[in-house]
Antibody, heavy 120, light 111 residues
Framework: QLQLQESGPGLVKPSETLSLTCSVS????????????WAWIRQPPGKGLEYVGA???????YYSPSFESRLTISVDTSKNQFSLKLGFVTAADTAVYYC??????????WGQGTLVTVSS | QSALTQPPSASGTPGQSVTISCTGT?????????VSWYQQHPGKAPKLMIY???KRPSGVPDRFSGAKSGNTASLTVSGLQAEDEADYYC???????????FGTGTKVTVL
């Protein structure tokens, strides 16, 4: 059974960079198909879900236009992990951040999520 | 890219059916056969309930069904059970610029 687990600091100061890692177990991050990606989705407290971006195991990235200017998603196949870096954060970036396996059209496996608070 | 529009709430008694709508545009729901639905209990991660408009992942009860007409998708939960009380989100593929858009979410209450 595929499992995903987010890790990283729970508190980030305004204007700094939010960094999270997603560790994948029970399966390889190296896809056997061309329609399997690894995504980040966030959910501000009490609000809805928001797509942040995704990466293919080869390193090809897909960024939501809402984050593109300050977002970097990377992959480390040797560690079966992928990571998110979001720069110049503000209080509006406070959210639960989920990593998920992204098939073409849906997100079929999710991590438990990690709350990141942006505050000085 | 704006969020897909869902009603804030829906409710029904045990055994009844409830249908949740999800309205988008021709750039998302109307343009692709990639609508999915997620169930989220408080404090938990979302769970995929429906994909590609009508398909159910293994383990999801057949009480859950999906449909689409034009720019609007819907999720029907038949034979409501207490454990169906949760937030539900729709999502649609939105092309090679915006990629994915989620709905505003619907809280389903089992009375």
């Amino acid at each position: 059974q595929l499992q995903l687990q987010e890790s990283g600091p729970g508190l980030v100061k305004p204007s700094e960079t939010l960094s999270l890692t997603c560790s994948v177990s029970g399966g390889s991050i190296i896809s056997s198909t061309t329609t399997e990606y690894w995504a980040w989705i966030r959910q501000p407290p009490g609000k809805g879900l928001e797509y942040v971006g995704a990466i293919f195991y080869t390193g090809i990235t897909y960024y939501s236009p809402s984050f593109e200017s300050r977002l970097t998603i990377s992959v480390d196949t040797s560690k079966n992990q992928f990571s998110l870096k979001l720069g110049f954060v503000t209080a509006a970036d406070t959210a639960v951040y989920y990593c998920a396996k992204n098939r073409l059209g849906d997100f079929d496996y999710w991590g438990q999520g990690t709350l990141v608070t942006v505050s000085s | 890219q704006s969020a897909l529009t869902q009603p804030p709430s829906a409710s029904g008694t045990p055994g009844q059916s409830v249908t949740i709508s999800c309205t988008g545009t021709s750039s998302d729901i109307g343009g692709y056969h990639y609508v999915s639905w997620y169930q989220q209990h408080p404090g938990k991660a979302p769970k995929l309930m429906i994909y590609e408009v009508t398909k159910r992942p293994s383990g999801v009860p057949d009480r859950f069904s999906g449909a689409k007409s034009g720019n609007t998708a819907s999720l029907t939960v038949s034979g409501l059970q207490a454990e169906d009380e949760a937030d539900y989100y729709c999502s649609s593929y939105a092309g090679s610029v915006n990629f994915y858009v989620f709905g505003t979410g619907t809280k389903v209450t089992v009375l």
